[in-house]
T-cell receptor, first 115, second 113 residues
Framework: GAGVSQSPRYKVAKRGQDVALRCDPI?????LFWYQQALGQGPEFLTY????????KSGLPSDRFFAERPEGSVSTLKIQRTQQEDSAVYLC?????????????FGSGTQLSVL | GNSVTQMEGPVTLSEEAFLTINCTYT??????LFWYVQYPGEGLQLLLK?????DKGSNKGFEATYRKETTSFHLEKGSVQVSDSAVYFC????????????FGRGTQLTVWP
């Protein structure tokens, strides 16, 4: 596709529900990032993949958060037993993994509201 | 640790006014510095970057200079337009290789005609 695509655009969940957020990166992009952006704040790093390998998951706030990228393209961020503090915009970004081509391309995000 | 501090917004300007958005950083080593912009309803976009001290990044009339002595990367534009209305984020990345970005909290800019 032309850019990074995220779905759904909006998600409303009841507290305790599990949710799955999808990211389709730009075709051929090796690196993929997930960020969490709370209202009025800057994006906070969650996790990073290079192809299918999850190289850094130090930003995941708890073991309720899980991310995967099994075939090195589409990625899913799963949040189990959602809590109100999980309400935020979840951003996905991808990049070619070559020196001089580090520019990150961001999707429009999934806005998660936990009631 | 690594962190970015941006001036708080919102910033409201008239068209053709001069813009400065302050950004200072704390980092180990020699980070790369970035400004990202988020237009209404769109994803974050890279506006400009600088990878070493005294480098000046520029794009679309915006400029920022990497000042190691003051650990700053202030964004400037000589004459803003209504179309520049957006949220601006300062960010850093440790070193020059691909890795996580550390973002500031963003500054909302509104330009009136």
């Amino acid at each position: 596709g032309a850019g990074v695509s995220q779905s759904p655009r909006y998600k409303v969940a009841k507290r305790g529900q599990d949710v799955a957020l999808r990211c389709d990166p730009i075709s051929g992009h090796v690196s993929l990032f997930w960020y969490q952006q709370a209202l009025g704040q800057g994006p906070e790093f969650l996790t990073y993949f290079q192809n299918e390998a999850q190289l850094d998951k130090s930003g995941l706030p708890s073991d309720r958060f899980f991310a995967e990228r099994p075939e090195g393209s589409v990625s899913t961020l799963k949040i189990q037993r959602t809590q109100q503090e999980d309400s935020a915009v979840y951003l996905c970004a991808s990049s070619l993994d070559r020196v001089g081509e580090e520019k990150l391309f961001f999707g429009s995000g999934t806005q998660l509201s936990v009631l | 640790g690594n962190s970015v501090t941006q001036m708080e917004g919102p910033v409201t300007l008239s068209e053709e006014a001069f813009l400065t958005i302050n950004c200072t950083y704390t980092a180990t080593g020699y980070p790369s510095l970035f400004w990202y912009v988020q237009y209404p309803g769109e994803g974050l976009q890279l506006l400009l970057k600088a990878t070493k001290a005294d480098d000046k990044g520029s794009n679309k009339g915006f400029e920022a200079t990497y000042r190691k002595e003051t650990t700053s990367f202030h964004l400037e534009k000589g004459s803003v337009q209504v179309s520049d209305s957006a949220v601006y984020f300062c960010a850093l990345r440790r070193g020059s290789t691909l890795g996580r970005l550390y973002f500031g909290r963003g500054t909302q800019l509104t330009v009136w005609p």
